[in-house]
């Protein structure tokens, strides 16, 4: 089965401090990868998502997200963080083939300190 | 509003209660999926029902007793649980039949056995 790590619990940045969010994920197949993120008092929503082409995706509000296949990575960036950036951010895998499972990560809580 | 609906949002229960939590989507999608997400845990997949048929239990104790009638409802009922089991409750809904598809989720509900 997938399994999705986040070694980041809480990240402490300044408004305008660049951003990025560490995620492995293992699973010896092709995957499909998405950041979600949840806003304080909001529903989960995505943020962005890879699943061919350019492993370089560009999401909302200015976030972005590379996919290195030899490092079995997803890590989510932002080159300047605001305020209304603070949420909880979750990377999330599911396989191309076999049971369409969608598996989390632990999380990672962003608080941008004005 | 995501097009995803749970009720209750918050519901107390003690451990010899019976209740059951209920998720509506009225997105057309076929996939419907349970996670249960705990303090410092990874979210963690408990069911998943495509077009109607559980295809996935990822070995959830049998006091949480999935049930999905129709595409668009799904319900969680609950019996004899732990106050360990108290954690939010959320339901997420996708197209099955494509995985690069977002998940719509919930807002959630927040249980808690006492």
């Known amino acids: 089965a997938q399994s999705v790590s986040q070694h980041n619990h809480h990240v402490i940045l300044s408004e305008a401090a660049s951003l990025e969010l560490g995620c492995n994920y293992s699973y010896g197949g092709t995957v499909n990868l998405f950041w979600y993120v949840q806003y304080p008092g909001q529903h989960l929503q995505l943020l962005l998502k890879?699943?061919?082409?350019?492993?370089l995706v560009k999401g909302i509000k200015g976030f972005e997200a590379e996919f290195i296949k030899s490092k079995f990575s997803f890590n989510l960036r932002k080159p300047s963080v605001q305020w209304s950036d603070t949420a909880e951010y979750f990377c999330?895998?599911?396989?191309?083939?076999?049971?369409?499972?969608?598996?989390f990560g632990t999380g990672t809580r962003l608080t941008v300190i004005p | 509003e995501t097009g995803v609906t749970q009720t209750p949002r918050h519901l107390v229960m003690g451990m010899t209660n019976k209740k059951s939590l209920k998720c509506e989507q009225h997105?057309?999608?076929?996939?419907m999926y349970w996670y249960k997400q705990s303090a410092k845990k990874p979210l963690e997949l408990m069911f998943v029902y495509n077009f109607k048929e559980q295809t996935e239990n990822n070995s959830v104790p049998s006091r949480f007793s999935p049930e999905c009638p129709n595409s668009s409802h799904l319900f969680l009922h609950l019996h004899t649980l732990q106050p360990e089991d108290s954690a939010l409750y959320l339901c997420?809904?996708?197209?099955?039949?494509?995985?690069?598809?977002?998940?719509?989720f919930g807002q959630g509900t927040r249980l808690t056995v006492v």
């Open positions: 997420a809904s996708s197209q099955h039949t494509d995985r690069t598809a977002e998940a719509f």
């Open positions: 999330a895998v599911n396989a191309r083939t076999g049971a369409n499972n969608l598996f």
């Open positions: 997105l057309g999608h076929n996939a």
């Open positions: 890879y699943f061919s082409g350019d492993p």
